[in-house]
């Protein structure tokens, strides 16, 4: 019987391998033995991928902000699992993931003649809108300059990253892919789908009247999120429209949110198994971010019909469709991010039209099946 190949994928966050990698390692599992490296105390636990695609764990002290000991500490084990097993390929997501694997193999390649063939997944950067004079961008693009040097390939989950590369790094661009039309994972349109029972059901359970306009922030709740932006924006237009409501919903990162009473309006829920639910409650989905990779949030409420008003950043153009899945807004103006609420919320007609193209989009585009069959080829062909 021969032998399956083994990849170790390395994230340094099991919140991301819950919410994005299960259908992926689902989808390796079928032609790999694939072990995972995470720190699978920190943050959450890992019982929805365990349950659903049984794996071998690594515990890695990874942390997602800068930690010295830590982070050496993080090199010393994933040099010391290196030294223990026989890889064929190591494929690591998230930023300090990404920079702690790079270390590890730069330092090992000292020791060792034979290299490993590594594959790094983009799924934004942090440097692209900070000062072009400030210290924090040449640190944070040059270690994406490290990543890429050190890896075999890099992927990215939007066109758009990849010509950001192209044009504003020093690197390899034959090394740069973004596979099909881009999105890390697809959506599978099984779950995220249109469900009137649902949105009827959660509406009753949380205490909105069924014929109130809802808007939706769902991700990390981050100050580059532009939440301050949103909140100041819902708390002019609740004061016009009596049957506004705002759901917030996501685990905190960094940005502490005030109490918001129940006359508030606004509705606050922590990390969701099931964002579909909240997808199927709303009307509208709103994401005024100040950088994202792609925006998976976005063609996940366009697979339940709802469409979002995002900021007219890079990633976000390639998951909205101007005028016809969504609206773009220039997030220096947050008077555009009023008036487009309140356009969509006085033109349903307009909205109605927009959800039909948002589905469709995600169905010709994301399908999940589609997204992972790209990456199943990309590593066949190159691995």
Known sequence: MTLKPRILIICSSSLVVNQHLIEIIGLLRVN???????????????????????VKLHSIPFQRKPAFIPDILSIFSLFNLLLKSDYQLLFSFTP??????????????????????????????????????????FLLRTIDQFIISVSKFSLFDSHTQVSIYKNTCLVDI???????SGSLKGVDTSIFTPNGIHRDIYRFKFKIPKKSFVLLYLGRINPSKGLSTLLSVFNDLKEKYSDLYLLI????DGYILPYFPPESRILRFDFTAHPERFYNIADLHILPSEREGFGSSVIEAAACGVPTIGSSIEGLSESIIHLKTG???????????????????????????MSTNAQNYVTNQFKQDCVLQHLQEFLANNV
């Open 174 to 180: 034959r090394k740069l892919f973004c596979l099909g």
């Open 327 to 353: 609206l773009l807004y220039d997030r220096q103006f947050p008077l555009q991010l009023y008036n487009s609420i309140e356009y969509l919320y006085l033109h349903r007609e307009h909205l109605s039209v």
């Open 96 to 137: 300090k993931a990404g920079l702690i694997t790079s270390l590890t193999l730069f330092i090992r390649r000292f020791f060792f003649f034979k290299k490993l063939q590594y594959i790094h997944y983009f799924t934004g950067n942090l440097w692209r809108h900070r000062s072009k004079l400030s210290l924090s961008r």
């Open 249 to 252: 919903v996501g685990p905190d």
């Open 32 to 54: 790999y033995n694939i072990d995972l490296a995470t720190n699978y105390s920190y943050e959450s636990s890992l019982d929805l991928l365990l349950s659903t695609c049984p």
